[in-house]
T-cell receptor, first 111, second 114 residues
């Protein structure tokens, strides 16, 4: 019963490097989300996908791109990583009017 | 999106009832109130959701007054394992497709001691 799976769990990058964070859900949910959480703060929405084939910006989309590869997978890409993007990234999914289900996060450090 | 305000932290002892109140003065007619729990190094986990009056499930109760400008999460007989951050969220619960955007505040750090 995997739910929402995020890979990798940890990553260290150098400034300017690129990286893709992967997220997959096995609950057949239509909607998927990417959040970032900085120390001592709540989660902020980066991008979301209401359904396969659609994506929309959230609160803090600058510096990120997303791809809804299929119904199961929603990836987040950093084209040119910056130290300000050091954070914990959470992926979530939901269906209809049900609450969101979250993965356990990817801890990303950018030096 | 409605802004929420919660206490930054609360302390309690095992076996006590804990009530965490959240203010959401500009809640909209279509908005639901949802509470999540987050342990260190984990993603948030859904606790309870409601629209008005009282909702109860196996882990918590949610009290919402008639004006819906605040809500109170009630945790009966807390234990050490309830130590976590609790988030109150307000947002529209779409019936189809999803895509509603929820705003997480800074949450309430609950610390339960022996």
């Amino acid at each position: 019963n995997a739910g929402v799976t995020q890979t990798p769990k940890f990553q260290v990058l150098k400034t300017g490097q690129s990286m893709t964070l992967q997220c997959a859900q096995d609950m057949n949910h239509n909607s998927m989300y990417w959040y970032r959480q900085d120390p001592g703060m709540g989660l902020r929405l980066i991008y979301y996908s209401a359904s396969e084939g659609t994506t929309d910006k959230g609160e803090v989309p600058n510096g990120y791109n997303v791809s809804r590869l299929n119904k199961r997978e929603f990836s987040l890409r950093l084209e040119s990583a910056a130290p300000s993007q050091t954070s914990v990234y959470f992926c979530a999914s939901r269906e209809g009017n049900q609450p969101q289900h979250f993965g356990d996060g990817t801890r990303l450090s950018i030096l | 999106l409605a802004k929420t305000t919660q206490p930054i932290s609360m302390d309690s002892y095992e076996g006590q009832e804990v009530n965490i109140t959240c203010s959401h003065n500009n809640i909209a007619t279509n908005d639901y109130i949802t509470w999540y729990q987050q342990f260190p190094s984990q993603g948030p986990r859904f606790i309870i959701q409601g629209y008005k009056t009282k909702v109860t499930n196996e882990v918590a109760s949610l009290f919402i007054p008639a004006d819906r400008k605040s809500s109170t999460l009630s945790l009966p007989r807390v234990s050490l394992s309830d130590t976590a951050v609790y988030y109150c969220l307000v947002g529209e619960r779409r019936l189809t497709g999803g895509g509603n955007k929820l705003t997480f505040g800074t949450g309430t750090q609950l610390k339960v001691e022996l």
